[in-house]
């Protein structure tokens, strides 16, 4: 009986400790939190009332409290709170956190996401109601990180876990659906752009006014890193795009290789490859956006307008070789081969470019009546500054080959096959060719291309079957094989003198051993003579240096004697000079005192002749005396007679007149 009593008070007290815990866990008067855990504090009753809008009490009415608490123990006044332990919002190493908002201000008409200030904290929900907050999905999103947040004023969605008070089932829907659009827009995880992919991202903002009427790119703003209250660095900063002037809709600015946070329910991001330009080629830009440009074309170009590159229209400078982070729904980029290209006129034969594609042979009616088909290729080359003309003219290379210079190159073969027959056009095609590359050259110019070359084929028929170009090609076969025969002939016989010539050669080859001999004997023979000869002609030399040498000094000794005996002859002829002159003066005065030169003359002819007589002994008078006819003396008498005659002629003065008679009848 003692031992019950003595157990009555214990168990009295255990049972009120027992009832006191129970009565301080019911009422909610201490509290316990672990520190990875946050508490939304939940008042159920309060002396200020309930809540008159909104879902948090930011004046201490009844309702969900906008601070939360963190761990550690927490005393409360009993049965007037109630705490919702939630987990800290974790958001993992290179992931994004969108943050929905139950409760705030509403959206205006042209949002489609909450405004947040630059210094917005969501761990702060407060401060973020008291300074005009708004509800709904916000711009600002979370980095990787905890965050010890109010899940009653805010939810966060994450791809693995969406962190939220539940409240309703139909905001269950509505946040899943939140999420689905999100992960179908790639939002949980950043913009990453590689070197490797050659890719840039396009971005469309959802957010923020409109585009103005007439525009479909979303002008460059906000790209000033200098200016920090504009500078949205690449669409990461929603709010810094909006102040700048952003507007919603494809912008013109794109992302190149990086790595960016972007909220995906703000700005989706599409990749698009760059523009490539290849070497033998440049891009002509049409631009969809920009200002108003002025033409730069000139004034003698009237057919469109060039502006500055950056303004609307076709751009004056096109795109050299490299690659681009050019916005293709900005505007496009038409590119131009600046290599040669082919344009082919041949059924089944396409060009490297496919400009051709459609290109058929040409069509002809020739002067005598036949319709054959012509291959033609042309060889073209544009000049890159001149590529910006041709586009902003044509539009595009394709456009320029179909409408332009297909109908152009047919017109002027169908020309040319009108003035030539079909043998003419296929004997002709060298000629044909070089005429229509310098004509059409002028043509091309026109539309500010340089033709480099045209090339024709051969004429084909026009329809399947049709044999007679095959006829006429056989004709002219034929007589090319009768030409080639008569070459061949001629060659034949060529061969044939040469065959000739070879079997005398090999006959010569034969006996050349002996020829060889006997030229060699020759040869020998050939040189002893030289040398005889060379013997023969240094010894001719020899005596013809003595000769030399003994006229040389006969002819110095010869000299030397003549000049002796001229110098002899001068005196001697000085000393007969002399006397001879003397004896002239005395035969002078001899004839003078004789009476006379004739005188003198005869007087000595006596004299010489009376000293032959006495030399020679002959009697003055003949002892027997010849008489000629008529009883003329011989001769000898008539010497005599002659001679008196003469003194008897001179002394008396009577002409000499029977001497020439009688001689002459002498000689008869």
């Given at each position: ?452 070359e045209v090339l024709i084929g051969t004429p084909r028929p026009a329809q399947g079957g049709d044999d007679q170009i095959e006829k006429i090609l056989t004709q002219l076969r034929q007589r090319q094989i009768a030409d080639e025969q008569v070459g061949t002939y001629e060659r034949q016989k060529l061969a044939a003198q040469k065959e000739r010539e070879l079997r005398e050669a ?163």
């Amino acid at each position: 009986m003692s031992n019950i009593l003595a157990f009555g008070p214990v168990a009295g007290s255990a049972l009120a400790v027992v009832l006191i815990a129970a009565l301080i866990a019911v009422s909610g008067m201490i509290r316990y939190i672990g520190n990875n855990r946050v508490a939304v504090v939940e008042k159920l009753w309060s002396g200020k009332g309930s809540i008159a809008g909104g879902l948090i009490a930011l004046k201490g009415e009844a309702g969900f409290q906008p601070d939360v608490l963190r761990g550690g123990l927490h005393f409360f006044f009993p049965f007037q709170y109630r705490l919702h332990i939630q987990s800290l919002v974790t958001i993992p190493q290179g992931r994004i956190g969108y943050v929905f908002a139950r409760d705030g201000a509403p959206l205006e008409a042209d949002q489609a996401l909450a405004a947040n200030p630059d210094d917005v904290d969501f761990q702060d929900a407060r401060a973020f109601l008291e300074r005009g907050g708004q509800k709904g999905p916000q711009r600002k999103i979370l980095r990787e990180g905890a965050y010890a947040i109010n899940l009653a004023q805010f939810v966060v969605v994450t791809r693995d876990q969406t962190f939220a008070l539940s409240l309703d089932r139909a905001e269950e829907g509505l946040l899943a659906q939140m999420a689905e659009v999100i992960e179908a827009r790639g939002g949980f995880e950043p913009v990453v752009i590689k070197d490797a992919d050659d890719q840039i991202g396009v971005i469309t903002v959802h957010d923020g006014p409109g585009l103005p009427a007439g525009e479909i790119i979303a002008p460059l703003v906000g790209s000033d890193s200098a200016d920090a209250a504009t500078f949205h660095n690449s669409f990461q900063d929603a709010e810094a795009f909006l102040r700048a002037g952003g507007r919603k809709g494809r912008q013109l600015e794109v992302l190149v290789e990086g790595t960016y946070y972007i909220n995906r329910l703000f700005a989706t991001v599409e990749r698009i490859g760059k523009t490539v330009v290849e070497v033998g080629q440049v891009g002509v830009v049409v631009s969809y956006t920009g200002a108003t440009g002025v033409d730069t074309s000139g004034e003698g170009y009237r057919h469109g307008e060039l502006v500055a590159n950056g303004q609307r229209g076709v751009w004056r400078d096109p795109l050299l070789p490299g690659k681009y982070a050019f916005n293709t729904y900005a505007g496009r980029v038409t590119m131009v081969p600046t290599t040669n290209f082919i344009l082919k006129w041949e059924t089944m034969a396409v060009g490297s470019h496919r400009f051709d594609e459609n290109l058929a042979e040409v069509s002809l009616i020739t002067r005598d009546a036949f319709e054959p088909t012509l291959p033609v290729s042309v060889v073209v080359h544009i000049d890159y500054r001149k590529a910006p003309l041709v586009i902003q003219r044509f539009g595009d290379i394709k456009k320029l080959v179909e409408q332009t210079l297909d109908p152009m190159v047919s017109a002027y073969f169908k020309n040319i096959g009108q003035t030539r027959t079909l043998i003419e056009l296929l004997q002709d095609r060298s000629a044909i060719q070089s005429q229509s590359s310098e004509e059409m050259k002028v043509k091309f110019g026109a539309y500010n291309l340089e033709l480099q070359e045209v090339l024709i084929g051969t004429p084909r028929p026009a329809q399947g079957g049709d044999d007679q170009i095959e006829k006429i090609l056989t004709q002219l076969r034929q007589r090319q094989i009768a030409d080639e025969q008569v070459g061949t002939y001629e060659r034949q016989k060529l061969a044939a003198q040469k065959e000739r010539e070879l079997r005398e050669a090999e006959a010569f080859a034969k006996q050349q051993t002996a020829i060889t001999e006997s030229q060699l004997s020759i040869q020998v023979q050939q040189n002893q003579g030289k040398a005889s000869l060379a013997r023969s002609e240094q010894e001719a030399q020899q005596r013809r240096t003595l000769a030399k040498a003994d006229a040389d000094a006969t002819r110095l000794m010869g000299e030397g004697e003549a000049g002796k005996v001229v110098a002899l002859a001068r005196a001697e002829a000085e000393k007969v000079t002399k006397v001879g002159l003397a004896q002239a003066e005395a035969i002078a005065s001899q004839v003078e005192a004789s009476g006379g030169a004739r005188y003198q003359l005869a007087r000595q002819v006596a004299e010489r002749f009376a000293q032959a007589l006495e030399t020679s002994g002959v009697d003055v008078v003949p002892k027997v005396q010849i008489t000629g006819q008529g009883g003329e003396a011989g001769a000898n008498g008539g010497v005599m007679q002659a001679l008196l005659t003469l003194l008897m002629s001179e002394k008396l003065g009577l002409p000499v007149e029977t001497a020439p008679a009688q001689y002459e009848a002498e000689q008869a």
